[in-house]
């Protein structure tokens, strides 16, 4: 059996750079408990062969005394073991607590029962995409209880917490698919929180997501203006049922007309619309305060029609927007 073999039968296959650091450690500390194993287990036996009860007149005196030096030899030799554990795991743990500057950064929300995973970009999606060969920083959160993230082949596991920022890091060696989990029971679904880290080659990496990052692939200009709502936070101001929330509903939005502060009257068009949402505080709608931040540079004019078009199925005036105009 060759030694990697053997090593693979305690630990999974070793994809990062921390793992020699886990791994190392582990095994010099196994390798102690082993020898010490060994020495108690010799020591055992002799002394039951040497101490076996025997004739009463063959027995010895009691002494009951410690032999001092022995005593002192075995605290030493303990208190050494305990170091030595201390120091082989000490500029692994450091290392795997600092993440390095200029990591990529993904966002990772734990839920129950799912992960998500945030990219720079917004994409979002529910297995984790890497590239090789580059520092991997991971913002962990938790959206209701205790998690944690485990990715047994590069040797992270770090809990995700509700209500508190935790970071880890990695770089991943070898591009392959590995398993990703919580190791923290969080209830029923627990089991569902099973996910997969990708780690692509750089290039492919790149080709991934630039592929994702057209969020107009694969959906409709509708499915889009819903998508953006959700991943610029519109949904935090203004709700889709008519409820009133910091900001008017979009429901019933497109097609129909709204009194501004000022006293004016403006109908929720396509150009308005795009004025609202580049430069909402130009005609801010009475009864709402002037507090939405402008989209310029964020949301661009393909995505503006989107929203559009969304707002379109949102409103019962939404087909017929020119008539409408009339109508009033
Ligand atoms: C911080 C809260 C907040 C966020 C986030 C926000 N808005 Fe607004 N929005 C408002 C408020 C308040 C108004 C009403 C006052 C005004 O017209 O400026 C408004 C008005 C609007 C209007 C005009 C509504 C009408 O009835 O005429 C549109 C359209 C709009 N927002 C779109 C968006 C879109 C799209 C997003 C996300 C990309 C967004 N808003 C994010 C608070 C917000």
Not at 142 to 160: E, F, G, M, Q, Y
Not at 220 to 243: K, M
Not at 299 to 306: G, P, Q, V
Request: proline residues 5%; charged residues 15%.
């Amino acid at each position: 059996m060759t030694g990697s073999a053997l090593l693979s039968t305690w630990f999974p296959e070793a994809a990062s750079t921390h793992a020699a650091s886990v791994d190392e450690p582990f095994y010099w500390i196994y390798f102690a408990a082993v020898c010490f194993l060994a020495l108690f287990m010799g020591l055992v036996l002799i002394q039951l062969r040497v101490y076996r009860r025997q004739d009463r007149d063959q027995l010895g005196a009691v002494t009951g005394r410690p032999n001092p030096v022995f005593v002192t030899l075995w605290v030493a030799a303990a208190m050494g073991l305990a170091l030595f554990g201390f120091i082989t795991g000490l500029p692994g743990f450091i290392n795997q607590t600092t993440p390095p500057w200029g990591a990529f950064e993904i966002d990772v929300t734990a839920s129950q029962w799912a992960w998500e995973f945030t990219y720079p970009n917004g994409h979002v999606a529910d297995t984790l995409h890497v590239p090789v060969g580059r520092p991997i920083r991971l913002n962990l959160g938790s959206t209701d209880v205790s998690h944690s993230l485990a990715v047994p082949a590069l040797r992270v596991n770090k809990a995700a917490v509700p209500g508190r920022e935790v970071q880890a890091w990695f770089e991943v060696t070898t591009p392959g698919t590995y398993a990703l989990q919580s190791n923290t029971f969080s209830g029923d679904g627990f089991a569902d929180m099973r996910s997969e880290l990708v780690a692509h080659a750089p290039v492919d990496f790149g080709a991934w997501m630039e592929e994702v990052s057209d969020i107009f692939k694969g959906r409709t200009l509708v499915e889009v203006g819903e998508l953006l709502y959700t991943r610029h936070g519109c949904a935090a101001c203004h709700s889709v049922d008519g409820t009133k929330l910091v900001g008017p509903s979009f429901k019933d939005l497109y097609g129909y007309e709204f009194d501004t502060i000022e006293g004016a009257r403006v109908l929720a068009d396509d150009a308005y619309i795009r004025q609202s949402i580049l430069e909402p505080n130009i005609s801010v709608i009475a009864g709402y305060q002037p507090i939405m931040a402008s989209f310029t540079g964020i949301i661009d004019d393909r995505e503006i029609e989107a929203i559009t078009a969304w707002f379109k199925t949102l409103s019962s005036k939404g087909g017929a927007a020119p008539d409408a105009q009339e109508e009033n």
